[in-house]
Protein backbone atom coordinates (compact mmCIF):
# COMPACT_ATOMS: atom_id res chain seq x y z
CA UNK A 1 0.00 0.00 0.00
CA UNK A 2 3.00 2.74 0.87
CA UNK A 3 4.30 1.76 -2.73
CA UNK A 4 0.89 3.18 -4.21
CA UNK A 5 0.97 6.47 -2.49
CA UNK A 6 4.29 6.34 -3.31
CA UNK A 7 3.48 6.25 -6.98
CA UNK A 8 3.04 9.84 -7.95
CA UNK A 9 0.59 9.06 -11.16
CA UNK A 10 -1.36 7.10 -8.55
CA UNK A 11 -1.76 9.99 -5.99
CA UNK A 12 -2.72 12.31 -9.28
CA UNK A 13 -5.44 10.31 -10.20
CA UNK A 14 -6.42 10.07 -6.43
CA UNK A 15 -6.08 13.80 -5.88
CA UNK A 16 -8.20 14.39 -9.21
CA UNK A 17 -10.96 11.73 -8.36
CA UNK A 18 -11.08 13.67 -4.81
CA UNK A 19 -12.09 16.93 -6.22
CA UNK A 20 -14.47 15.63 -8.67
CA UNK A 21 -16.37 14.36 -5.39
CA UNK A 22 -15.94 17.72 -4.13
CA UNK A 23 -17.31 19.08 -6.94
CA UNK A 24 -20.32 17.25 -6.76
CA UNK A 25 -20.86 17.02 -3.31
CA UNK A 26 -20.48 20.73 -3.08
CA UNK A 27 -22.93 21.51 -6.21
CA UNK A 28 -25.80 21.96 -4.60
CA UNK A 29 -26.66 25.48 -2.50
CA UNK A 30 -27.96 23.72 0.64
CA UNK A 31 -25.11 21.39 1.20
CA UNK A 32 -23.73 21.64 4.02
CA UNK A 33 -19.84 20.76 3.09
CA UNK A 34 -20.16 24.59 1.17
CA UNK A 35 -17.80 26.13 3.29
CA UNK A 36 -15.44 23.68 2.82
CA UNK A 37 -15.76 24.59 -0.86
CA UNK A 38 -15.07 28.54 0.23
CA UNK A 39 -11.89 27.30 1.83
CA UNK A 40 -10.89 25.80 -1.04
CA UNK A 41 -11.87 27.86 -3.66
CA UNK A 42 -8.63 30.09 -3.92
CA UNK A 43 -5.98 27.49 -3.58
CA UNK A 44 -8.16 25.53 -6.81
CA UNK A 45 -8.52 28.39 -8.14
CA UNK A 46 -5.66 28.18 -10.46
CA UNK A 47 -6.57 24.61 -11.23
CA UNK A 48 -10.07 25.48 -12.35
CA UNK A 49 -8.32 27.62 -14.59
CA UNK A 50 -6.20 25.33 -16.32
CA UNK A 51 -8.80 22.73 -16.87
CA UNK A 52 -10.94 25.99 -18.39
CA UNK A 53 -8.53 27.07 -20.53
CA UNK A 54 -7.49 23.55 -21.79
CA UNK A 55 -11.21 23.20 -22.53
CA UNK A 56 -11.25 26.50 -24.84
CA UNK A 57 -8.23 25.74 -26.21
CA UNK A 58 -9.86 21.91 -27.10
CA UNK A 59 -12.97 23.74 -28.27
CA UNK A 60 -10.89 26.28 -30.69
CA UNK A 61 -8.48 23.52 -32.23
CA UNK A 62 -11.95 21.52 -33.13
CA UNK A 63 -13.62 25.05 -34.48
CA UNK A 64 -10.19 25.41 -36.51
CA UNK A 65 -10.55 22.41 -38.08
CA UNK A 66 -14.34 22.34 -38.92
CA UNK A 67 -13.76 26.05 -40.49
CA UNK A 68 -10.56 24.50 -42.50
CA UNK A 69 -13.01 21.69 -43.40
CA UNK A 70 -15.37 23.84 -44.57
CA UNK A 71 -13.18 25.95 -46.00
CA UNK A 72 -12.07 22.70 -48.34
CA UNK A 73 -15.20 22.17 -49.12
CA UNK A 74 -15.61 25.73 -50.38
CA UNK A 75 -12.50 25.39 -52.63
CA UNK A 76 -13.39 22.81 -54.26
CA UNK A 77 -16.85 24.51 -55.11
CA UNK A 78 -14.99 27.43 -56.44
CA UNK A 79 -12.51 25.09 -58.57
CA UNK A 80 -16.26 23.51 -59.59
CA UNK A 81 -17.60 27.12 -60.45
CA UNK A 82 -14.31 27.71 -62.12
CA UNK A 83 -14.13 24.89 -64.14
CA UNK A 84 -17.68 25.32 -65.45
CA UNK A 85 -17.03 29.34 -66.53
CA UNK A 86 -13.40 28.44 -68.56
CA UNK A 87 -15.82 25.82 -70.33
CA UNK A 88 -18.37 28.73 -70.84
CA UNK A 89 -15.79 31.00 -72.13
CA UNK A 90 -14.45 28.69 -74.30
CA UNK A 91 -17.74 28.03 -76.26
CA UNK A 92 -18.18 31.37 -76.20
CA UNK A 93 -15.20 32.09 -77.95
CA UNK A 94 -16.12 29.45 -80.54
CA UNK A 95 -19.62 31.23 -81.20
CA UNK A 96 -17.70 34.57 -81.21
CA UNK A 97 -15.33 32.86 -84.22
CA UNK A 98 -18.54 31.45 -86.16
CA UNK A 99 -20.35 34.84 -85.90
CA UNK A 100 -16.67 36.72 -87.17
CA UNK A 101 -16.50 33.70 -90.15
CA UNK A 102 -20.37 34.49 -90.97
CA UNK A 103 -19.73 38.17 -90.96
CA UNK A 104 -16.61 38.17 -92.97
CA UNK A 105 -18.35 35.34 -95.52
CA UNK A 106 -21.29 38.25 -95.64
CA UNK A 107 -18.73 40.86 -96.56
CA UNK A 108 -17.37 38.35 -99.37
CA UNK A 109 -20.52 37.86 -100.81
CA UNK A 110 -21.12 41.82 -101.65
CA UNK A 111 -17.70 41.85 -102.98
CA UNK A 112 -17.94 38.89 -105.41
CA UNK A 113 -21.50 38.98 -106.47
CA UNK A 114 -22.30 36.12 -108.33
CA UNK A 115 -20.37 33.99 -105.86
CA UNK A 116 -22.00 31.59 -102.78
CA UNK A 117 -19.18 31.93 -100.43
CA UNK A 118 -18.60 28.10 -98.17
CA UNK A 119 -16.04 28.65 -95.01
CA UNK A 120 -13.91 25.37 -94.40
CA UNK A 121 -10.98 24.21 -92.00
CA UNK A 122 -7.85 22.91 -93.26
CA UNK A 123 -7.66 19.10 -91.58
CA UNK A 124 -3.91 18.11 -93.26
CA UNK A 125 -1.07 18.95 -95.85
CA UNK A 126 0.33 16.47 -97.53
CA UNK A 127 3.77 15.78 -96.54
CA UNK A 128 7.11 17.05 -98.23
CA UNK A 129 4.53 19.58 -99.45
CA UNK A 130 3.96 21.58 -96.30
CA UNK A 131 2.21 24.77 -97.32
CA UNK A 132 2.28 23.72 -101.21
CA UNK A 133 -1.88 21.51 -100.61
CA UNK A 134 -3.43 20.84 -98.42
CA UNK A 135 -6.76 19.47 -97.56
CA UNK A 136 -10.25 21.29 -96.11
CA UNK A 137 -13.28 19.63 -94.37
CA UNK A 138 -15.96 20.19 -97.54
CA UNK A 139 -16.69 18.12 -100.32
CA UNK A 140 -18.96 17.42 -103.17
CA UNK A 141 -22.19 17.07 -100.50
CA UNK A 142 -21.32 20.57 -99.39
CA UNK A 143 -21.66 21.73 -103.68
CA UNK A 144 -17.50 22.01 -104.06
CA UNK A 145 -16.25 20.98 -107.63
CA UNK A 146 -12.65 21.33 -109.02
CA UNK A 147 -11.06 24.54 -109.92
CA UNK A 148 -13.18 26.15 -107.00
CA UNK A 149 -11.02 29.08 -105.94
CA UNK A 150 -10.27 29.33 -102.56
CA UNK A 151 -9.53 32.50 -100.49
CA UNK A 152 -9.30 34.32 -97.47
CA UNK A 153 -11.02 36.36 -95.60
CA UNK A 154 -9.21 39.37 -96.17
CA UNK A 155 -9.95 38.33 -99.99
CA UNK A 156 -6.36 37.02 -100.54
CA UNK A 157 -5.85 34.64 -103.43
CA UNK A 158 -5.02 31.27 -101.58
CA UNK A 159 -5.65 28.64 -104.88
CA UNK A 160 -8.04 26.23 -106.33
CA UNK A 161 -9.76 22.91 -105.82
CA UNK A 162 -7.94 20.18 -107.51
CA UNK A 163 -9.82 17.42 -105.97
CA UNK A 164 -12.83 16.46 -104.40
CA UNK A 165 -14.36 13.62 -102.43
CA UNK A 166 -17.81 13.68 -100.59
CA UNK A 167 -16.09 14.70 -97.66
CA UNK A 168 -13.06 16.66 -98.54
CA UNK A 169 -11.10 18.45 -100.73
CA UNK A 170 -7.78 18.99 -101.93
CA UNK A 171 -6.70 22.76 -102.17
CA UNK A 172 -3.21 23.82 -104.40
CA UNK A 173 -1.76 27.00 -103.46
CA UNK A 174 0.01 29.82 -105.84
CA UNK A 175 2.95 28.93 -104.65
CA UNK A 176 3.25 25.25 -105.97
CA UNK A 177 4.89 24.78 -109.69
CA UNK A 178 1.70 23.95 -111.61
CA UNK A 179 -0.09 26.54 -110.19
CA UNK A 180 -0.79 29.86 -112.86
CA UNK A 181 -2.93 32.71 -112.79
CA UNK A 182 -3.61 35.70 -114.68
CA UNK A 183 -2.82 38.79 -112.90
CA UNK A 184 -3.40 42.20 -113.11
CA UNK A 185 -0.94 45.26 -111.92
CA UNK A 186 -3.60 47.28 -109.39
CA UNK A 187 -1.79 50.70 -110.01
CA UNK A 188 -1.02 50.80 -113.51
CA UNK A 189 -2.94 48.22 -114.96
CA UNK A 190 -1.21 45.70 -117.79
CA UNK A 191 -1.56 42.04 -117.85
CA UNK A 192 0.51 39.70 -116.37
CA UNK A 193 1.25 35.96 -114.90
CA UNK A 194 1.58 34.67 -111.73
CA UNK A 195 2.81 31.76 -111.18
CA UNK A 196 4.68 29.13 -108.70
CA UNK A 197 8.44 28.43 -108.69
CA UNK A 198 10.26 25.69 -107.25
CA UNK A 199 13.17 28.17 -106.14
CA UNK A 200 10.62 30.37 -104.44
CA UNK A 201 8.18 28.15 -103.08
CA UNK A 202 10.00 27.20 -99.32
CA UNK A 203 9.74 31.21 -98.86
CA UNK A 204 6.23 31.17 -100.03
CA UNK A 205 6.90 33.28 -102.65
CA UNK A 206 5.70 33.38 -106.39
CA UNK A 207 6.64 34.61 -109.50
CA UNK A 208 4.92 37.28 -111.68
CA UNK A 209 6.38 36.86 -115.33
CA UNK A 210 5.74 38.65 -118.91
CA UNK A 211 5.52 41.76 -117.86
CA UNK A 212 4.61 44.32 -120.74
CA UNK A 213 7.03 46.49 -121.45
CA UNK A 214 5.07 49.53 -121.33
CA UNK A 215 3.95 48.66 -117.86
CA UNK A 216 5.94 50.52 -114.85
CA UNK A 217 6.18 48.18 -111.94
CA UNK A 218 7.49 49.20 -108.70
CA UNK A 219 8.13 47.64 -105.30
CA UNK A 220 5.15 47.88 -103.31
CA UNK A 221 2.80 47.20 -106.70
CA UNK A 222 -0.61 45.50 -105.69
CA UNK A 223 -1.02 42.05 -108.29
CA UNK A 224 -4.64 41.55 -108.41
CA UNK A 225 -6.31 38.54 -110.58
CA UNK A 226 -7.75 39.96 -113.90
CA UNK A 227 -10.58 37.63 -114.12
CA UNK A 228 -9.22 35.85 -117.31
CA UNK A 229 -8.68 32.61 -117.73
CA UNK A 230 -12.12 31.36 -116.36
CA UNK A 231 -11.31 29.98 -112.93
CA UNK A 232 -10.51 33.35 -110.76
CA UNK A 233 -12.99 36.15 -110.97
CA UNK A 234 -11.81 39.90 -111.42
CA UNK A 235 -10.07 41.73 -107.86
CA UNK A 236 -8.89 38.86 -105.77
CA UNK A 237 -5.46 40.03 -104.14
CA UNK A 238 -2.89 37.69 -105.21
CA UNK A 239 -0.13 39.53 -103.44
CA UNK A 240 2.29 42.62 -103.54
CA UNK A 241 6.01 43.14 -105.67
CA UNK A 242 8.65 42.70 -102.94
CA UNK A 243 11.57 42.37 -105.87
CA UNK A 244 12.26 43.32 -109.65
CA UNK A 245 14.92 41.63 -111.36
CA UNK A 246 15.90 43.22 -114.80
CA UNK A 247 17.94 41.54 -117.49
CA UNK A 248 19.36 43.06 -120.60
CA UNK A 249 16.10 42.32 -122.16
CA UNK A 250 13.66 44.12 -121.52
CA UNK A 251 11.61 41.36 -122.40
CA UNK A 252 12.56 39.01 -119.57
CA UNK A 253 12.06 40.90 -116.51
CA UNK A 254 10.23 39.16 -113.98
CA UNK A 255 9.43 40.07 -110.18
CA UNK A 256 8.88 38.43 -107.40
CA UNK A 257 5.45 38.32 -105.58
CA UNK A 258 4.84 37.84 -101.88
CA UNK A 259 1.25 36.35 -101.43
CA UNK A 260 -1.37 38.13 -99.87
CA UNK A 261 -2.49 34.96 -98.37
CA UNK A 262 0.22 33.99 -95.00
CA UNK A 263 -0.02 29.94 -95.58
CA UNK A 264 2.05 29.11 -92.98
CA UNK A 265 -0.59 30.33 -90.31
CA UNK A 266 -3.19 29.60 -92.42
CA UNK A 267 -5.96 27.36 -90.88
CA UNK A 268 -9.33 28.42 -92.01
CA UNK A 269 -10.21 29.39 -95.95
CA UNK A 270 -13.24 30.70 -98.13
CA UNK A 271 -14.32 28.67 -101.27
CA UNK A 272 -15.96 30.63 -103.76
CA UNK A 273 -18.93 28.81 -105.71
CA UNK A 274 -20.26 30.47 -108.86
CA UNK A 275 -24.06 30.24 -108.78
CA UNK A 276 -23.87 30.30 -112.44
CA UNK A 277 -21.41 27.49 -114.04
CA UNK A 278 -21.74 24.73 -111.29
CA UNK A 279 -20.90 21.46 -114.25
CA UNK A 280 -17.76 20.74 -112.42
CA UNK A 281 -19.12 20.00 -109.40
CA UNK A 282 -18.44 15.78 -108.26
CA UNK A 283 -16.12 13.47 -106.55
CA UNK A 284 -12.33 13.63 -108.60
CA UNK A 285 -9.93 12.43 -106.20
CA UNK A 286 -6.15 11.92 -107.05
Known amino acids: MSRLFKNKIFLLILATLLIFVFIVATSSRDSKLNWISNILSVPLSPIQKFFTSVGNKIDEAFSFLRDIEAIKKENEELKTRLHNLEEENREL ?44 DIGSKDGIGVDFPVITSSKGLVGRVMATDITSSKVVTIIEEESSVAGWIARTGGHVIVRGDMSLKDEGLCRMDYIPVDVEIEVGDVVETSGLGGIYPKGIVIGKVVQINKTNNELDRYAIIEPAADFKRLEEVFVMKNRVNNDKIGCVEE
Do not use: P, Q, T, V
Open 93 to 136: IGYREKIKELREALNLKDIFEGYDIIGANIISRDAGNWSGIFRI
